[in-house]
């Protein structure tokens, strides 16, 4: 029984083809655009108190929801959908990016203080402890920017809860739906937390 084949110089055709279409695939892949949230500017109208009447305040890695746990930027739409920016990205992960951004708000807006995140690598005496959970961090396509977060403050080096407390703010997007726009209003809205939290420390 004799089998048939296919001549190799039109193999070899078929595989050159084949890498042509997978490079030109390549290049019509548009590049991925990479965004940071950005932290309140400290007052420097504010002097700060000496090193021997600093507190020290532990803030814990901000908790935050499933659906932001990605590196893309995601958006609300109408319908209950939610819209994943393949292309537009946070700079690193989100969950350590709103924690260190939170932690240099709160030390803006407490000048007599030092925040430090936690875990901390060695043993340090800490005035308070401060946990945070967002339940919504995220714009939605033609409106507002939308940060809803539970709270809680200890005392006595994290012994002793002393506030309960639950911020949710807004913030306009100069342009809506646009990346960079999202990032900054969700920026402003970390600002506008740390506020609230300061107040319940100071």
Do not use: K
């Amino acid at each position: 029984m004799r089998i048939s084949m296919a001549p190799i110089p039109n193999v070899r055709r078929l595989l050159l083809c084949a890498c042509a279409v997978a490079l030109l695939a390549a290049c019509g892949t548009p590049p991925s655009r990479f965004y940071h949230l950005n932290a309140t500017a400290p007052d420097a109208a504010q002097p700060r108190s000496g090193e021997g009447q600093r507190r020290v305040i532990g803030l814990d890695g901000v908790e935050i929801p499933g659906y932001l746990d990605r590196p893309e930027l995601v958006l609300r739409a109408p319908g209950n959908r939610l819209v994943v920016m393949e292309f537009d990205r946070w700079g690193g992960p989100i969950d350590e990016m709103v924690t260190r951004t939170l932690l240099r708000n709160l030390e803006a807006d407490l000048p007599g203080a030092e925040v430090v995140g936690l875990p901390l690598q060695r043993d340090f005496p800490l005035s308070q402890v401060v946990e945070v959970t967002l339940d919504r961090f995220d714009a939605t396509e033609g409106g507002p920017a939308v940060l809803e977060a539970r709270w809680r403050v200890f005392d006595q080096g994290g012994d002793r809860l002393r506030r309960l407390g639950h911020t949710a703010v807004q913030e306009p997007m100069a342009e809506a739906a646009d990346p960079g726009a999202v990032a900054d209003a969700l920026s402003r809205t970390l600002a506008r937390l740390a506020q609230d939290i300061a107040s319940a420390l100071r």
